[in-house]
């Protein structure tokens, strides 16, 4: 990414887990003045929340908006829903069928929520931390789909169609989650602050055993760099 | 519309406005089992959704979800923020400007939840009575939007990777305020039920002045239908 001019601001998508620390860190780098957004859908890992608060703090943000977006009135998820999340899938499976932890349209919900905030703050650049290398094979994270948001948000907004688009960038998409750890070391980030379980317990560790887990643990193994997370099963 | 399969399942965006509740009774003549949802984003005219609950009576559903989203934590607009309603504004103006009642991004939020909502549902149709001809202006209405959300809703879901695209549909598209009354008239729709104001009194009353209601007194007027609105001001 450019540098950005000084007053230039940017809407980051914000989880609390690796990819959107990493990408907020990114930002911060470029010179942006950051607005993270978060969003509160009643996920069974709300724990993040409390991370993507401790991350935005860290890396310094002009605001950072908590967004209540209740996707259990919707459900379909192992997420959203009184579905189990499964555990200690083989590596084979992670990216060639759509698990169960797959929440419906959640990418394209949260975006369009960030497109109209990134609308009405003046905001020229949404940053998302989607990954398509060491990630849960949803639709929703691909080159694609980031391709096709950008179209549509062209169209969609005063903004696009007045000749001042808004521009979608996924830094991130093409790393490995090792390359992705090594780039946020470099910023100085702390992964002690980040959480990626899907099943914590109630104390916020992590389970150690669902795909994000394991795509967490496997990535720290390969950048060569000690995973601070506590997770209950070895 | 193709005549549905008795079984197929639809879902309709509701506003409680004209538009919406003619697409409504439009996918009931079609033969789809109807699934309603109404978005409760804090608008200044909320009293929509008690008439979209009566339009969803009267129409006959299988749910009606009023969907809960605070879009003034965004802000942006005369319908979400502490912004006047424009009165009175010349028609030559009404499609030349997107007038500050556009709400940023918000048919993009509302589909991407009835996208969400249609594949926990495995519903294969969205309707949207989104309109070009006797609108605001605003650019999440136009044909051109509708096929790109298309586009995405192919790429963002499993749904749509897996071979079962979900649809969607505008069927008002290219009608003009008349037409659609007069559709509406005819599949037996009561339009006393519905209501169009974006600054209406405590009561409910219609201001009479706003866009929304210079739009469809006009297209009572040129459909030879009786406007059963009570507005405050003629």
Redesign the interface.
Known sequence: MESAIKSDKAVVLLSGGIDSATTLAFAKHAGYRLYAISFDYKQRHRVELSCARRVAAFVGVEKH?V?????T????SALTANIKVPKHRPESQWTTE?PIT????????FL??A???A??LDARMILIGANAVDYSGY??C?P??IV??Q???N????A???GRPIMLQAPLIDLTKAEIIRKGVEYGLDYSLTSSCYDPAFDGRACGGCDSCLIRRKGFVEAGVADPTHYMQS
């Open positions: 908006l967004f209540p977006i209740d996707l009135a919707v459900g379909g759509i797959y929440v419906p349209a959640r990418n394209t919900i369009s929520i497109l109209a905030w609308e009405t639709p929703d691909r694609e789909f096709e948001f179209r549509l948000a169209l969609a907004t005063k696009g169609i007045e």
